[in-house]
């Protein structure tokens, strides 16, 4: 059994449509995959009805988190994936709508921002990039890369530009991490904490706050991650072992903005059962057939 469960839909920051995704997913060998896009859950209608017979479906969102929210510009960056949560929780929802609703006023401070630094983006290049979508970073880094100031997205998280504390950064509305825990609690769903060593990105989550998170509820630790190389990732295993926290692996697919493949990185399929044990919000969704491709 193949479960990724970190995967974007053109819902936030990915290429694929919901729709795309779930029949890509399917292609790629998969029997279970979660849409966790950034904040919200506005994929997962059209991914559920898309689901091809033998996917499963896990619904969820990455949460943007920040450690020492008080204290924006000293805190440290971090995602928060949450899976199986009832979507319609009233608090919940409304903390989601928050962070969705700051993402425009801090993309436009940041095309600002490379402006000043003499790059020639503009608002509306990035709005074409966007779409719909709940705008983020890779929308900017991508237009970075059709100007030819990058070579890749990835190239586009650095301090030289758009990484947490960059030239070309600002900040946004993010949850306490513990805050985030409680509500995704609330809702009946289960918390993984994303690539937490992923030190491309910028600051690394320190071992004592992910103590700390687990003590407050947290449930695992996204382990198997393109971003951690296999020293990070043994040394990570060792860490949940020690804090009674689960273990899962992910592709974090963004379709064609990364290149990444879906099913890069899995979870075992014990975790995986562990993880809907838990979960009470919501339940995976078979596949059914899906709608024409």
């Not at 469960?5 to 998969?30: F, Q, V």
């Not at 924006?72 to 409304?94: I, T």
């Not at 890749?152 to 946004?172: I, M, N, P, Q």
Request: glycine letters at 10%.
């Amino acid at each position: 059994m193949r479960i990724d469960l970190h995967t974007h839909s053109t819902a936030s920051d990915g290429t694929d449509t919901p729709a795309e995704l779930m029949r890509n997913a399917a292609a790629a060998g998969l029997d279970a995959v979660a849409l966790t896009d950034h904040d919200s859950t506005r994929g997962h209608a059209e991914a559920a009805a898309a689901l091809p017979a033998g996917l499963t479906l896990v619904t969820g969102a990455e949460l943007s988190c920040r450690l020492d929210a008080g204290n924006r510009s000293d805190g440290v960056g971090l995602h928060m994936l949450a899976y199986l949560f009832d979507a319609a929780e009233p608090e919940f929802l409304r903390e989601r709508e928050l962070v969705r609703d700051d993402r425009v006023p801090r993309a436009r401070a940041m095309v600002s921002r490379l402006q000043g630094l003499g790059v020639p983006i503009t608002w509306e290049q990035v709005a074409r990039i966007a779409g719909d979508a709940s705008l983020g970073r890779p929308h900017i880094a991508t237009a970075l890369v059709e100007l030819g100031v990058v070579e890749t997205v990835s190239d586009a998280f650095t301090s030289e530009w758009l990484a947490d504390g960059g030239r070309a950064y600002a900040e946004k509305h993010e949850l306490d991490p513990v805050t985030a825990i409680r509500l995704v609690k609330q809702a009946g769903g289960v918390t993984v904490l994303a690539h937490p060593r992923a030190v491309k990105r910028g600051r690394v989550v320190p071992e004592s706050a992910i103590a700390d998170l687990a003590a407050c509820g947290l449930d695992g630790i996204e382990v198997d991650h393109m971003d951690h190389d296999e020293p990070t990732r043994a040394g990570l295993r060792g860490l949940a072992a020690d804090l009674g926290l689960l273990v899962t692996g992910s592709s974090d697919y963004h379709g064609s903005r990364k290149s990444v493949e879906l099913g890069a990185c899995t979870t075992h399929p014990e975790v995986y059962g562990e993880i809907t044990r838990r979960a009470t919000g919501a339940f995976p969704v078979p596949g059914a057939g899906g709608a024409p491709a």
